[in-house]
């Protein structure tokens, strides 16, 4: 690592990331220790370590390294856990998932994009992720998982994910429709009760197939 990428990352972790009150000293060092411009497109790679979303196709982008320290913060996964991402993008978050945490399943809807990741995170030698090409709102997932992460919105709340949790898991999921959506953390506290908190304000692009909200007639 060159001292001008050394530099650029401190400077995001220190102007972005701890200005959104993360503050957890696990996820700091995952978010100094993985390289976030090695899984940027090419074309974006002089704002890598931006306070921005970065375009990775089809609509999508890579979240703002602060929105990233914020679900990573409150999803607080533990070596050893379960994970399960829905939305692979270019597996920079995969990544940050892994180090803090067991074994992740990630799922991403377009095939490019899932190979992609798979590709980067293989030369950076991350080996317990498993990333699946399919539609996430069209499957259904085993209810093993300690913490789920959904990287993009759903419009109206959809309780498929929180099944996926086993007892005492967490999922993070944003909810709503632009300008303002609602980034909330969901528990599982036992088979047939989940606890929700609303944790702050925020907008995300939705999830490819995620039922749309209302309309209102006036």
Partial sequence: MTAKLAAARQQMIDQQVRTWEVLDPRVLEVLAA??????????????AFADTEIPIGHGQFMLSPGLEGRILQALAPERGER????????????????????????VEIHADLAAGAARA????????VRIANIDA?????????????????LPVYDRCFERALAVGGRLFV??????VMEARLVTRTAVDSWLTETL?????PPLRHAKAAPAFDF
Avoid at 137 to 153: R, W
């Fill in 200 to 204: 702050f304000e925020t907008c995300v």
């Fill in 121 to 128: 995170l293989e030369t950076l030698g991350v080996a317990r």
């Fill in 137 to 153: 709102m069209n499957s259904e997932f085993d209810a093993h998982y300690q913490a789920i992460a959904v990287t993009g919105s």
């Fill in 34 to 47: 993985i390289p976030r411009e090695h899984f940027v497109p090419e074309a974006y790679a002089g704002v």
């Fill in 174 to 179: 944003v909810v709503g429709t632009a300008p």
């Fill in 83 to 106: 994970v399960l991402e829905i939305g692979t993008g270019t597996g920079f978050f995969c990544a940050c998932l892994e180090q803090l945490s067991g074994a992740v399943d990630s």
